[in-house]
C-alpha cells in the first residue's frame, strides 16, 4: 500500500484489502489463506510484532483488554482499518495492539467467507 492512503470509506478500504488478498492468492495458490490475509494486513496496518514478549494481562486488565480489542475491531469495520489501528497504536500498549491484530485477522476472515469470496472450507 502506498504510504498516506486514505479511503472514502470502510467499505471501499475493505475492497482494496480484499483485491490485494485475491491478487496475492493467484500468485501463491498453495498458501493458506489466513497466512496471506495476515499478510496483508500487517502490510496495511503497518504492524510490528514486539520484538521482546509482553506479560498478559492481569485478570482484571483481561476483561478490559477485551473490550478493548472488541472496540478496536468494530471500529475497523465502521471507520476503518487504518483509523483502528491507529487507535490501537496510540495507546502505546502492544499486548493491546498485538490483540487487537490478532482479531482483526479473524474477523477479516470471517467476513471474506461470509460474503462467498473465499471458499469455506479453509
Avoid: C, W
Avoid at 498485538?98 to 472450507?121: C, N, S
Wanted: proline share 6%; aromatic share 8%.
Amino acid at each position: 500500500m502506498e504510504k498516506g492512503i486514505r479511503f472514502e470509506t470502510p467499505e471501499k478500504e475493505r475492497e482494496y484489502l480484499e483485491r490485494e488478498v485475491q491478487e496475492k492468492r493467484r500468485q501463491e495458490p498453495e498458501r493458506e489463506i489466513r497466512d496471506i490475509i495476515e499478510e496483508t494486513l500487517r502490510k496495511h496496518t503497518e504492524y510490528r510484532d514486539v520484538s521482546e514478549p509482553v506479560p498478559p494481562p492481569e485478570e482484571k486488565q483481561k476483561h478490559d483488554l477485551d473490550r478493548d480489542v472488541g472496540y478496536l475491531v468494530r471500529t475497523a469495520f465502521e471507520e476503518g482499518i487504518l483509523e483502528a489501528a491507529e487507535r490501537a497504536r496510540g495507546t502505546h500498549n502492544p499486548y493491546l495492539f498485538k490483540e487487537f491484530y490478532i482479531a482483526l485477522v479473524e474477523r477479516f476472515l470471517d467476513d471474506l467467507k461470509q460474503r462467498g469470496v473465499i471458499e469455506t472450507h479453509e
